[in-house]
């Protein structure tokens, strides 16, 4: 998707030609494969470290294209979000102190990162999914303004022909309909690249699907969406749901979505994988492609596969079968494992890296054909299993071995990536320092996920939602900012200092969300109890898919006793509820809601998105805030 110049293939014709040429290049390739073409005898690696840009109140900052202005190094780009930002490491021939170098051009394009930020009043932040992302975040407002993201947003849900739906379970759960792609931008990952000869890539590739699922159990690092806790590592869910262009009709028939795993083992080459996505996925974006790709190979040369390149960016593997041609002029193939989440720190995205590049050398070596050793099902179920528990995950290992991720990792794993390392003549000092670091936090279990989830839990009921996951971010960042790995760090606590005021500009901040409702039809009795139990003086009335319909008061319910309501006759909701009451949207401002409760003399004013409750906001919500008001104006008048 790096190309700029790429349109919807809604013309027939366009499609049809940029067909043609896909398919040629896919002749090309097998013709450069059979003729020894492709790169082989060095192993190179390389990385793409993506980044969130966050305000001073540890919000989304929609500054990228701002933070691009000031800085000339090619080295960055632009990401999907105005929130997001990407740069693109230098690539390492495998050995020696490679990865330290990776290390310094990290913190060298994170520090570069920093400094540009700084200057349009930004921060970065490096997590998988920012805790601070709200909705109002996932809108085309807030997406980069390139002519290839809104063709991709418009060409996706042209395939789904209905807007994308979100549910995902997790300690939390998280439902709703978005009617574009921005979702994908809440996911931010330390992607890596791992070069391979051609005769080689079938078993190499297995080896990385097998070893993926333990890995991503010692580096989850995104719990947390729009305020719920998911899965320990939530990008999965998250990404497969953004990118999901399956009708409910192509759904329903078991269509693979664009995001996906795999369901087997590739068998003899790299073709295999081009071909079935190929097949499987339509082509939904075109560019210019070269001429004659197959006579180029037979001449010799090296063609580019634009259209090859395209479509396969427009696929999202997990680990994802990538083309290119190196600086040399030579094409080669790499793996790019895409599961490795950005953060916690640069230190512990390195480490991650050094774990998988030892567990692919070190495997190689010692297992020729993994498909002899374990199920493909078995390596995605770990996969999964590993996205939603982290380190609790109970795994399947070779010949049926059942353990704990934490178990096979300590035991197996981690020693063989030492091993592999070593054998690939990387600096010991670096294998120490870096398989250390994630054999501490495994002894430790302190992933990032952990670390989120553990200190969000002391915040509670300290502070609003809103304000503790602003607490939380802004103590992630300071401890990123210390250089120690996630394993060391304390868990964050409350600030009280920060301004809380950020976090009640509008009533979609701190509105009650866990609501108890009841139905027309329902008996007032129900009402009254449900307010004597829960201790609420409102109880909204909606129908079964969420539109609200009334409010029945405290008020109401002493009206219907005073008129002698309770003489045996049983009375209906809609009896008493005022029916279409005046309600507001989660963007309206504090103040507007102030006055509206003022003008109208209300108690309560129930929050309404697109026709359907989604909370509210009682008077008692806005004592609370004028008595934090009341603090500041008394502390501040104490110190003049």
Avoid at 194 to 209: K, M, R, S, T, W
Avoid at 457 to 478: P, V, Y
Avoid at 546 to 563: E, F, I, M
Wanted: glycine share 6%; net charge negative; proline share 3%.
């Amino acid at each position: 998707m790096g190309e700029q110049n790429v349109k919807q293939s809604n013309d027939e014709n366009t499609r049809r030609e940029f067909m043609k040429a896909l398919l040629d290049e896919v002749r090309a390739l097998e013709d450069m494969h059979s003729n020894g073409m492709i790169e082989s005898g060095i192993r190179r690696i390389g990385a793409e470290q993506e980044m969130f840009l966050v305000d001073r109140a540890a919000r989304p900052a929609l500054t990228a294209m701002q933070v691009l202005d000031q800085t000339e190094d090619p080295r960055f780009t632009h990401e999907l979000g105005l929130f997001n930002l990407e740069a693109n490491l230098s690539p390492l021939e495998l050995g020696g102190d490679c990865l330290r170098r990776m290390e310094q051009e990290t913190r060298e394009v994170c520090a570069l990162a920093q400094e540009a930020a700084g200057k349009v009043d930004s921060r970065i932040a490096l997590v998988g999914i920012l805790p601070t992302l709200t909705r109002d975040h996932l809108s085309l407002d807030a997406m980069v303004p390139m002519a290839r993201y809104f063709a991709l947003n418009e060409a996706l849900l042209r395939l789904r022909g209905s807007d994308f739906n979100i549910d995902i379970k997790g300690i939390d759960q998280l439902n709703f309909k978005l009617d574009n792609l921005m979702l994908e931008a809440c996911n931010t990952s330390f992607q890596i690249h791992f070069q391979v000869a051609a005769d080689e890539f079938a078993p190499l590739y297995n080896i990385a699907q097998a070893v993926t699922g333990p890995m991503l159990a010692a580096c989850v690092n995104s719990p947390i969406l729009l305020g719920k806790r998911l899965w320990h590592e939530s990008r999965i869910a998250v990404f497969e749901h953004s990118i999901d262009a399956r009708s409910e009709a192509h759904a329903a028939r078991g269509h693979k979505p664009r995001v996906h795993f795999g369901d087997h083992w590739i068998d003899e080459s790299v073709i295999e994988i081009f071909k079935e996505d190929i097949a499987r996925f339509r082509v939904i974006l075109t560019t210019e492609f070269e001429d004659d790709p197959i006579g180029k190979v037979a001449r010799g040369e090296a063609p580019k596969l634009n259209a090859l390149r395209l479509h396969n960016g427009t696929v999202y593997r997990w680990n994802r079968a990538c083309y290119g041609i190196s600086d040399n002029g030579k094409p080669h193939l790499r793996i790019e494992n895409r599961v490795i989440p950005s953060g916690p720190t640069v230190l512990d995205e390195i480490a991650n890296s050094a774990f998988f590049f030892g567990l692919m050398a070190g495997l190689a070596r010692r297992v020729p054909d993994i498909r002899e050793k374990m199920q493909f099902a078995d390596a995605k179920s770990n996969f999964l299993t590993a996205a939603r528990e982290g380190l609790r995950a109970q795994l399947v290992w070779f010949d049926d071995q059942q353990v704990t991720a934490q178990e096979l990792l300590l035991d197996n794993l981690l020693p063989l990536a030492r091993e592999g390392l070593a054998e690939s003549n990387i600096d010991q000092e670096d294998i120490d320092r870096y398989i250390g670091t994630v054999e501490n936090r495994v002894a430790k279990r302190r992933t990032g996920a952990r670390w989120l989830l553990e200190s969000l839990d002391r915040m509670k009921d300290q502070a609003s939602s809103h304000e503790c996951l602003r607490a939380l971010t802004s103590g992630m960042i300071e401890q990123q900012q210390s250089g120690r790995p996630v394993a060391e760090w304390e868990l964050a606590e409350f600030c009280r200092t920060q301004d809380w005021r950020d976090s009640y500009r509008t009533v979609g901040q701190f509105m009650a969300t866990d609501l108890f409702t009841v139905r027309p039809d329902d008996i007032v009795d129900f009402a009254a109890s449900l307010m004597e139990w829960r201790y609420v003086r409102h109880v909204p009335v909606e129908d079964d898919s969420g539109k609200l319909l009334g409010l029945v008061s405290h008020r109401a319910l002493l009206r219907l006793v005073a008129r002698g309501g309770r003489d045996g006759q049983t009375r209906m909701v809609r009896d008493i509820m005022h029916a279409d009451p005046l309600s507001i949207s989660p963007e309206t401002t504090t103040i507007e809601a102030v006055r509206l409760m003022r003008e109208k003399r209300l108690s309560c004013l129930p929050v309404v998105k697109d026709g359907s409750l989604v909370g509210l906001v009682t008077e008692y919500d806005l004592i609370v805030v004028a008595g934090r008001l009341l603090e500041d104006y008394l502390s501040e008048d104490s110190d003049s």
